[in-house]
């Protein structure tokens, strides 16, 4: 076998190959390392770089190591009594114990499909024989399996909690019991079975006894007279009382101090503690005992087995309730956004879609340019941005063909609301709303036009230009004013 290449910069494991642990260099059994890599002439004490391992390779070479040790040493105590051996101290850390709970042996009778179970310890006179009836093929039943399972549960309690024997004396085992009265409606609250007959953490004779004062109480209740005796305690009462004395009647019961079992009878909670309460769990987290598995697997669930979730701190008592829970709660893909939605900056709208939005650009009158025709009156020559407006005023003026004709003034108007206004606000001096404010000094004007005239004193804005010398002006009357008065003679 070629020799192997010691590199110093090594960042992967000479036994395991991982490079995502913390790797050290070995400083012992390097000669059994190239003793298991089979090339042992190849180390001479003096290795030119460090073989670098993991913490899983390094524990897995040292127990080689305490192993070779130990041939090493029997071999030294075998060779020194070779002569006269006698059984001597062995050398092995196992002990042997017998366990009634599982040291079983099961055996199956070839003329019926019955399998007895019997006891390994032939020193027991107890044996016990467990028949069962005929089992089917896919079943596959091994008395052996299921003591495996029964050991790995005793091993993974054992690796929780420590368990120890307890031993009560008579007068710790007195000193356990606690009497108390109850009142019986409270007993009656108490919870029941599944069964729905024995209430939870109470003895059957108990819970019988329970049921008959019940059943005492129903006839007591049921008599009629002036003088009743309670068939319990023997109360001197009434039957207009009967109800209250049975609402306030107590009952003398026992509770053992370590799991809260109740009797009727002291000598059954002792019993009960001598026979139930013979360990003790110990745990290893917090140092708490309990007296019963039930409970410290319920402390033990309750506030060292959780899960909690690193987003919101949530505690979980099942690793597949925590998983389903960030998956859903914490990578849930986020919702998709909705549309962007486009705004009109010049009409102030907003519109759910870029198509709408296209549209509006299209046929509103707000974004179509004007358009620069005049149209010249036949009569005068005056123009106007309209046919209709030169039509209007054409009949108007020239031809006078307008039905609505003022008295007082001796003037058409074009329709029945320019009269209208015209007599209200000119002949009957009416005094005209100014509805139109000012967003910027909160003035009021009659018209829109005028409004617009106004604002363009606070923006500076001159959007009339004249077409001759380039001189610009907010309205449009102040440019015609200076075309005719300096622009005569271009005109």
Same mark, same amino acid.
């Given at each position: 076998m070629a020799a192997i290449k010691l590199e110093k910069n090594n960042i992967i494991c000479h036994g395991c190959l991982s490079v995502d642990r913390s790797l050290l260099p070995i400083k012992k059994n390097m000669d059994l390392y190239f003793i298991l890599l089979g090339n042992q002439q190849f180390y001479s004490g003096d290795v030119t770089g460090p073989v670098y391992m993991c913490f899983e390779c390094r524990s897995l070479l040292q127990k080689v190591g305490m192993f070779r040790q130990r041939l090493q040493r029997a071999q030294d105590m075998f060779s020194k009594m070779l002569l006269n051996w006698t059984p001597g101290k062995t050398l092995s850390q196992l002990s042997i114990s017998k366990n009634i709970d599982y040291d079983l042996t099961c055996t199956e009778n070839d003329n019926d499909s019955k399998i007895k179970i019997e006891l390994n310890d032939s020193g027991n006179d107890y044996n016990e024989t467990i028949v069962k009836e005929e089992l089917d093929d896919t079943l596959n039943y091994n008395g052996i399996g299921n003591i495996d399972i029964g050991l790995k549960k005793i091993r993974s309690v054992r690796r929780k909690?420590?368990?120890?024997?307890?031993?009560?004396?008579?007068?710790?085992?007195?000193? +356990?019991?606690?009497?108390?009265?109850?009142?019986?409606?409270?007993?009656?609250?108490?919870?029941?079975? %599944?069964?729905?007959?024995?209430?939870?953490?109470? +003895?059957?004779? *108990?819970?019988? /006894?329970?049921?008959?004062?019940?059943?005492? %109480? %129903?006839?007591?209740?049921?008599?009629?007279?002036?003088? +009743?005796?309670?068939?319990?305690?023997?109360?001197?009462? @009434?039957?207009?009382?009967?109800?209250?004395? =049975?609402?306030?009647?107590?009952?003398?019961?026992?509770?053992?101090?370590?799991?809260?079992?109740?009797?009727?009878? %002291?000598?059954?909670?002792?019993?009960?503690?001598?026979?139930?309460? @013979?360990?003790?769990?110990? *745990?290893?987290? *917090?140092?708490?005992? *309990? =007296?019963? +598995?039930?409970?410290?697997?319920?402390? /033990?669930?309750?506030?060292?087995?959780?899960?909690?979730?690193?987003?919101?701190?949530?505690?979980?008592?099942s690793k597949s309730v925590i998983e389903r829970h960030i998956r859903c709660r914490h990578l849930r893909p986020p919702p998709p956004e909705p549309p962007e939605q486009a705004y009109c900056v010049e009409c102030d709208r907003v519109f759910p879609s870029q198509q709408m939005y296209r549209r509006h650009l299209r046929t509103a009158a707000a974004h179509r340019p004007p358009k620069n025709t005049k149209v010249p009156c036949p009569d005068c020559g005056k123009t106007f941005s309209r046919k209709v407006y030169m039509n209007n005023h054409h009949k108007q003026v020239h031809r006078r063909d307008s039905p609505h004709y003022c008295r007082d003034c001796d003037k058409y108007f074009i329709n029945g609301y320019a009269i209208r206004t015209h007599v209200k606000f000119v002949h009957e001096k009416s005094e005209k709303p100014k509805n139109k404010i000012c967003d910027i000094c909160q003035r009021g004007f009659h018209t829109n036009r005028v409004l617009s005239n106004h604002r363009r004193t606070h923006t500076g804005e001159r959007p009339y230009c004249c077409e001759h010398c380039g001189a610009a002006f907010a309205q449009l009357q102040a440019r015609k004013t200076h075309e005719r008065t300096q622009h005569r003679a271009a005109q």
């Open positions: 909690c420590k368990i120890s024997d307890t031993r009560f004396t008579d007068d710790e085992k007195e000193s +356990l019991v606690v009497p108390f009265l109850i009142k019986l409606n409270d007993v009656f609250a108490l919870p029941k079975k %599944r069964n729905g007959v024995h209430y939870k953490n109470m +003895l059957a004779t *108990c819970s019988k /006894y329970i049921g008959n004062l019940a059943e005492v %109480r %129903r006839n007591d209740l049921e008599r009629v007279g002036p003088n +009743l005796e309670c068939t319990d305690c023997g109360a001197q009462i @009434t039957d207009r009382d009967m109800m209250a004395h =049975w609402d306030e009647h107590r009952v003398h019961l026992h509770r053992c101090n370590l799991c809260d079992v109740i009797s009727r009878s %002291r000598k059954e909670i002792i019993q009960h503690i001598t026979e139930v309460h @013979t360990k003790v769990y110990t *745990c290893k987290e *917090c140092g708490i005992k *309990c =007296w019963k +598995l039930q409970e410290f697997n319920k402390h /033990y669930r309750n506030f060292h087995k959780y899960f909690v979730c690193d987003h919101c701190d949530k505690k979980f008592y």
